[in-house]
């Protein structure tokens, strides 16, 4: 039975209830010729396929909307392509490629994030340590300094004795941390290594001047507030409490 004027009629305002847009006529279509299919008595194995068929074409073009704008690569095959056969070769290849490139990326993303990660945390313990250390030398030698200040030595050069001192220390614990940074870097990416995944041990000269440059910061800053405890050192009330 052919459709009707009255099919029709009704099958345009079931699109428009489920919204219509700009594509409402072409799901009309559809409608109108799944509804000629019963009429044409199809048989259930082709209205299966053709039912599948629909399906998946719908849930490719709902994934790869969003994706409407990147260039993409279509790889069409055959079961009966000999393994040995040049565009099966191509196939392989590309898929390996493909399936490389997207673990570095994957690999290279996390790997980042967690480094950052890192970083934040090595960054605030070395600014914690550069300034208690500082913090302490400054309580251990108060009456040292306060006793020097009493001597006639300036502001400027009993501040020199002790930050002397902790330029030295930085200076030494540079290269030794460097080192032992290092090492222990590659113990841990010797220790993570396996027949399928291998992450090579490559620290750019740039970390290591990173990682110098927040140390000699944590140093000036922890060097500007000593200075200024220095300076407003209490030299009466420091002598007084002699152990």
Known sequence: MAL??????????????HGGGGNGDLASEIIETALRLLDDHAGR????????ALKELRYASRIFTPYREKRKVTVFGSARTEPTAP??????????????????????????????????????????VVYNNARIALAERAWELASLRVLGFTRGEVSAFLLG?????????????????????????????????????VIEPATYAFGALCVLLAGAVSALIVRRRVDALDLVGVLKTRE
Do not use: W
């Open 87 to 128: 565009e099966y070769q191509q196939a392989v290849a590309f898929s390996k490629a493909v399936m490389t490139r997207n673990l570095e990326e994957v690999t290279a993303r996390n790997v980042l994030v967690f480094s950052g990660i890192l970083t934040l945390f090595a960054t605030i313990i070395a600014v914690g």
């Open 165 to 201: 001192e902790l330029a030295i220390e930085i200076a030494l614990a540079l290269p030794l941390g460097m080192l032992l940074g290092y090492l222990l870097g590659s113990t841990i990416v010797g220790l993570i290594k396996t027949d399928e995944f291998y992450f090579p041990f």
């Open 45 to 52: 194995l082709d209205m299966k396929v053709m039912t599948s």
């Open 4 to 17: 009707t004027k009255q099919d029709q009629v009704l099958v345009q305002q079931l699109v428009r209830a």
